[in-house]
Structure formats: C-alpha cells, structure tokens
C-alpha cells in the first residue's frame, strides 16, 4: 500500500494501475489455487486442472516485470512478458512441487507430481515444455531474464538426473 501511495504522489499512475491490476489479478488466481488442489481432492487431479490450479504463478512472476514496462511506457511488451511468465512460472511451480511431494502428499496439497510420484516424468515433461515457452517468448535483448530461464533449466536438469528421470540429455 506504500509502494502504490508513493506511486500516486510521484504521478506515476500507469505504474500504481499496473501494479494494482496484477496484485488483483493474482490474488483471484490465488482462490482457484484453493479450489482446484485443496478443497476438490476428492476426484482424481488431470493435467488440466492442474494447470489451472497453478496458473496464478503466471501474474505474481509478471508483477514486477509489468510494473517496469509501465515504467518505461513500454505496455506494448506486455503479452511478451505473460508468455514469458507463464512458462517460467509454471516452471517453477512444477519444480517446487516435485521436490516437495512428500510433504504435499502429507499436508492435502494435491499437485501432479505428488500423485505421479518418482520418477516424474509427466511432471518433467510438462516443466521442460514450459521452459520452452519461457525462452521462445524472449528476444535476444531479453538478457536478464534470459539467464534465470537457463539457471532455471539446469537446475531441472540436475534435479531430473538426481531423481532417476533422464529424459533429457543436454540442453
């Protein structure tokens, strides 16, 4: 709430907007979260819903990106940083659920790798498609974030090959 009081006096309005409609944003996908894989366990999870489930790590990676292209009056970049927070998130996200399963399993929390189980090639699968779409969505100018999708793919590379699922041999 600071940040946005701040951005209001210091007119940068396109700025506090941006921020306040991807906070609004995440915390809606946030209530799907809760519904898709807490409270609906009962049926089996699908790669859809769970997807679903996980989408709103797409607007909270997006949040700060947005708010630099409101920023620099650069809204024109926007959908280029969805893409690009989308793969890189679900990335993510997959990547915590695979190495939390157990605990997962333990507390409620339904995610595919915590029914798929070791050695998680579903899971794996998925997470290395949506690396894809994080680095074809990026130009070359795009050398930041760039490097945390490459960061990003060798640790899941290394975590495929520790966990006994060698899909994948070099980048």
């Known amino acids: 709430m600071e940040g946005m009081r701040i951005l209001f006096a210091e007119n940068k309005k396109k700025v506090a907007d941006e ?3 991807s906070i609004n944003e995440n915390h809606f996908r946030q209530q799907i979260v809760i519904e898709e ?13 769970y997807l679903n489930g996980i989408d709103h790590i ?21 959908e280029k940083i969805m893409k690009f927070s989308r793969g890189y998130g679900i990335g993510i996200q997959i990547l915590d659920d695979i190495r939390e399963y157990k605990e997962d399993r ?19 699968e998925i997470l290395y498609d949506n690396i894809k779409i994080a680095k074809k969505s990026l130009g070359e100018e795009w050398v930041t974030l760039s490097l945390y999708v490459n960061k990003l793919e060798d640790i899941v590379l290394k975590t495929c090959k520790d966990m006994g699922c060698n899909m994948y041999g070099k980048k």
């Open 58 to 78: 797409r607007t909270f990676v997006s949040i700060g990106p947005r708010c630099a292209l409101a920023f620099a009056d650069k809204l024109n970049f926007k």
């Open 19 to 21: 921020l306040i409609n």
């Open 37 to 49: 894989l807490w409270r609906k366990r009962k049926r089996k999870l699908n790669r859809k819903q």
């Open 106 to 124: 333990k507390f409620g929390y339904t995610s595919l790798p915590s029914i798929e189980g070791p050695p998680f090639r579903k899971s794996f």
